[in-house]
């Protein structure tokens, strides 16, 4: 099974940015549709984006629609997620995830592999 390793969570003021960059290690994810998972205390886990095995389709949530990019290096098998214009809103922890299929996926159940999460804070 593959291991997924989160990073670069943080603080940071409404209308900032970052970026996260999830290290996949124990097997090649290169043919491995990925997502990225966020939870907000008291919430249930929800989608946020995902991407297929090559990169060429991407899919996401309406509510981070043209803030967030999801992308991929398969030669680094690596998963990243580019957030601007973040909200206080987006404060959570963002969770990567991969699945044995190579197609997106929406719903948490149709991912195998998870990491350990990623704080992200946005204060107003």
């Known amino acids: 099974q593959v291991q997924l390793v989160e990073s670069g969570g943080g603080l940071v003021q409404a209308g900032g940015s970052l970026r996260l960059s999830c290290a996949a290690s124990g097997r090649t994810v290169s043919r491995s549709a990925m997502g990225w998972f966020r939870q907000a205390p008291g919430k249930e886990r929800e989608f946020v984006a995902a991407i297929n095995w090559s990169g060429g389709v991407t899919d996401y949530a309406d509510s981070v629609k043209g803030r967030f990019t999801i992308s991929r290096d398969n030669a680094k098998n690596t998963l990243y997620l580019q957030m601007n214009t973040l909200k206080p809103d987006d404060t959570a922890v963002y969770y990567c995830?991969?699945?044995?299929?190579?197609?997106?996926?929406?719903?948490?159940?149709?991912?195998?592999?998870w990491g350990q999460g990623t704080q992200v804070t946005v204060s107003s």
């Open positions: 995830a991969a699945r044995e299929r190579m197609v997106v996926a929406r719903t948490p159940t149709a991912f195998g592999s």
